[in-house]
């Protein structure tokens, strides 16, 4: 209560002070308000903006709203995950998106016939990068590389798409800066021979020592330039690469095994790990790698330098595991410029084939003859590795909402893979195979494509019987995901491999399932650390120790889907037993060990536990409430020591780093705004 009134205060508090007209002095919570004092801001500074443009004086109220939009919450809001900033953030983050948009419309409407020239490209960059200066959104070099990166891609979606500019700061997951987009809600045919779930799934097979061994490794974000000693607390979103001339403080600098500030993983410390599976692991059936392992310099990426590091890493995988088939998919850092995954109706030199190619070429050694056709049509593929157990590798990229192409055609770009995805389980049903599913993005990511978990999870429902596992990447934390049946039976289990990359805040992990060798059913998983810590403290005298932190039966032996459901009421009640689950969430890094885990961060850790399909949050609501009275009567000594100081990590899911979405998706709403003017 005392939060919600200090956002409130705060809001008020920054929009009076900035003396704008018509904004009232009191707000409720409700979101038109907040939206429609945001629009007002956003007005205001593009006026300014536009008396800066022409004169090149910055009035006292320019200089007043840049502070406050750019530098008084510059840190949390460039290093989180948009929809966990505040309430305050994400007003200003709206504000900022909507702020760009407005002023790239007034520039070019005042100064006609611009963008129809040779100079539209120049001339957009330019006003793209005083904004990226003023409201402090990344380094020059960044907005000014990612600018070239994204121009030709966005400048062509933007040309020959029907949505408007507010849909684009709509992007960000923050509810009061959404519209509603009806032109973007599609479903796939579901075969209806079974009717809605009438139960949980609940059978739990046994433990025993014919288990499968699958080995997952996620997220390597491979480095070839990381460098020790570097400067490891940069500006930029990858840091560790570049020793400034002035010279760095020892504590800024970048560590031998990698670093917990904003930081990818040196080759060694790959091959380190790759040989600490290895000798942990004796006897391992399959390796499922989720994608990323290209880091993310998203500003300075080429088609070539992925390519490369792409063919290494899975060299190296082979090099070392010789007899061990491989799954792998790919990540929304393999493309180039990264996220957009170009389907094959967009203009070739816009489409990712070269990727898929390339992919092909390094994966073909694991996989059949049969799976070339839908590797090279869009990075995804099914196969059989024993009777009985079917893998289907999807390149769910077309979920998120980063890959621009979304917003070109969302159904001709996500729902065709989905259909597919539907016939082969269809088909896996009839040979009464059962079905491990790889994703490298959590259907219940803020920025995966909502309407898209929403069929993925009408999918699941109809297959629930079929698919045992599924296995994801992405948000580099050791963590999973309980799907739900429309109804509120517990269906499915997505397991999430945590990263090999330390970026950010975290120890480096891999994770090794114990599979039921009849059900395909994951009995047990172990994750594997090292504490990075103490691997610096001993710098290149000595490999890091490398140890099993916990395994998944410390908590529950019913790991069905309704045991699972158990298990976080279980949490619920008993704060202590999600703490522990927390903990191993963010790999017992020290960093957020020593920060702890406030009411708040308890609150989110529950609720994303239980959501997969973004915005749908029943159990969500069920659990955070029982958990919020399970905190309120604990006792105040059980209490472990937490701060409420805002969250600084660079936010390892998507880009790495909100200030890289929040850049590009202002891009794009520049964009979307000339193309209006043009029309
Ligand atoms: C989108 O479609 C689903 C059914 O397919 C419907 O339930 C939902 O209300 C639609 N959403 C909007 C915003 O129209
Ligand atoms: C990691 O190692 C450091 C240095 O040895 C130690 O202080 C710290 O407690 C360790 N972290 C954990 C979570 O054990």
């Keep these: 209560m005392l939060r919600k009134f200090l956002i409130l205060a705060l809001l008020a508090i920054t929009t009076s002070a900035l003396n704008l007209p018509g904004v009232p002095v009191e707000f409720t919570e409700d979101d038109a308000v907040i939206s429609a004092i945001s629009d007002e801001i956003a007005n205001k500074y593009a006026d300014e903006f536009m008396k800066y443009m022409e004169t090149g004086i910055e009035s006292a109220s320019m200089k007043q709203i840049s502070t406050q939009l750019g530098r008084s919450y510059k840190k949390e809001i460039f290093t989180t995950s948009p929809n966990e900033l505040s309430s305050i953030n994400q007003f200003v983050a709206c504000t900022t998106c909507r702020a760009v948009a407005n002023v790239v419309a007034r520039t070019f409407r005042s100064s006609e016939g611009e963008l129809n020239g040779p100079n539209a490209e120049a001339d957009t960059k330019k006003v793209l990068l005083i904004l990226c200066d003023k409201l402090r959104i990344q380094t020059e070099e960044v907005c000014s590389g990612l600018f070239d990166l994204y121009w030709d891609i966005v400048h062509h979606i933007v040309m020959n798409t029907g949505g408007d500019a507010r849909s684009m700061c709509g992007m960000l997951p923050i509810s009061f800066c959404q519209i509603e987009s009806k032109d973007y809600n599609w479903s796939v045919e579901v075969d209806a021979t079974k009717g809605p779930m009438t139960a949980p799934k609940s059978s739990v097979p046994k433990k025993t020592d014919k288990d499968l061994t699958v080995v997952q490794i996620t997220d390597i974000h491979y480095d070839p330039d990381y460098k020790v000693d570097s400067l490891a607390d940069c500006e930029e979103p990858l840091c560790c690469r570049v020793t400034p001339a002035s010279g760095i403080s020892d504590e800024a600098k970048a560590g031998y095994w990698s670093d917990y500030r904003g930081c990818d993983s040196p080759l060694y410390m790959v091959e380190d790990a790759f040989d600490n599976v290895k000798k942990n692991h004796p006897k391992i059936d399959y390796i499922y790698q989720t994608g990323d392992i290209v880091p993310h310099n998203v500003w300075s990426t080429t088609k070539e330098s992925n390519k490369a590091m792409l063919t290494e890493i899975n060299d190296l995988i082979s090099k070392k595991f010789p007899d061990v088939p491989v799954y792998s998919i790919v990540g929304n850092h393999e493309p180039h410029p990264t996220n957009v995954f170009g389907h094959e109706n967009v203009p070739s030199e816009m489409s990712v084939s070269w990727l898929y190619e390339h992919l092909w070429n390094i994966w073909k050694r694991w996989l059949p003859e049969e799976a070339k056709e839908t590797v090279l049509k869009g990075g995804y593929y099914t196969v059989s590795p024993q009777p009985g157990l079917r893998v289907i590798a999807l390149n769910n990229n077309d979920c998120y909402l980063f890959n621009f192409w979304v917003f070109y055609d969302g159904k001709g770009t996500s729902q065709p893979q989905l259909d597919w995805l539907h016939k082969t389980l269809l088909t896996a049903e009839k040979a009464g195979e059962k079905v491990h599913i790889l994703a490298h993005i959590p259907s219940g990511s803020s920025d995966c494509w909502s309407v898209w978990a929403r069929e993925y999870n009408r999918i699941i429902e ?19 995901i309980l799907h739900y049946s429309e109804n509120g039976h517990p269906m499915a289990i997505s397991w999430n491999g945590g990263s090999l990359t330390s970026y950010s805040d975290k120890n480096p992990n891999y994770r090794s399932y114990e599979v039921e060798p009849a059900t395909y059913q994951v009995v047990d998983h172990s994750t594997y650390i090292f504490n990075l810590t103490e691997a610096n403290e001993h710098g290149d005298h000595r490999a890091p120790v490398w140890f099993k932190e916990y395994q998944f039966t410390d908590f529950t032996n019913d790991l069905s889907p309704a045991g699972i459901d158990a298990l976080f009421e279980k949490m619920s009640e008993n704060p202590e037993v999600l703490r522990k689950y927390w903990q191993y969430k963010v790999t017992s890094a020290d960093p957020k060990i020593q920060k702890g885990c406030d009411k708040k961060c308890m609150l989110s850790t529950m609720c994303s536990l239980v959501t997969s399909e973004y915005g749908e949050n029943k159990r969500c609501k069920e659990l955070k409430a029982k958990l919020s009275d399970s905190l309120d009567n604990e006792k105040p000594t059980e209490a472990p020591t937490t ?22 998706t202002s891009i794009v709403a520049l964009l979307y705004v000339i193309k209006q003017i043009l029309l």
Excluded: V, Y
């Design 643 to 664: 701060t409420s100081a805002p969250e600084t990590t660079k936010a390892p899911g998507g880009d790495g780093a909100a200030s890289l979405t929040a850049s590009i």
């Design 462 to 480: 109809r297959f629930s019987d079929t698919i045992s596992a599924i296995f994801n990447g992405h948000t580099h934390k050791d963590e999973m």
